[in-house]
């Protein structure tokens, strides 16, 4: 059974700092293709950031230069880490992963994962 589970959500000031991780079980990270997307209450899905099946980041525009991507192949986990929090990063926060190779102009689209996990929530207070 192919799980991904997330942890590390929970309430931050703004400024703060959280690192999520998301364990995977019955699929292998190292060499697919990963992200986080977030979901804000009547909001659409919004890709965060994503990991190419050769470890190249993508940032959405809103959080280039404060969060940071990465994934532990030996741990098979993949990690967001996440600075100089803000209020609009309030959101549930999803790891997803994809079972077919890529391409870097679709990485943040939701529609490419088939593999999804249940979410951490992420609250930033001013």
């Known amino acids: 059974q192919v799980l991904l589970v997330e942890s590390g959500g929970g309430s931050v000031q703004a400024g703060g700092s959280l690192r999520l991780s998301c364990a995977a079980s019955g699929y292998t990270v190292s060499g697919n293709c990963l992200a986080w997307f977030r979901q804000a209450p009547g909001k659409n899905r919004e890709g965060v950031a994503s990991?190419?099946?050769?470890?190249?980041?993508i940032y959405a525009d809103s959080v280039q230069g404060r969060f940071r991507i990465s994934r532990d192949d030996e741990k098979n986990i993949l990690t967001l880490q996440m600075n100089s929090l803000r209020p609009e990063d309030t959101a549930m926060y999803y790891c997803?992963?994809?079972?077919?190779?890529?391409?870097?102009?679709?990485?943040?689209?939701?529609?490419?994962?088939?593999?999804w996990g249940q979410g951490t929530q992420v609250t930033v207070s001013t």
């Open positions: 990991l190419s099946s050769n470890e190249i980041p």
């Open positions: 997803a992963g994809a079972r077919v190779v890529i391409s870097p102009s679709f990485l943040l689209d939701a529609e490419v994962y088939t593999i």
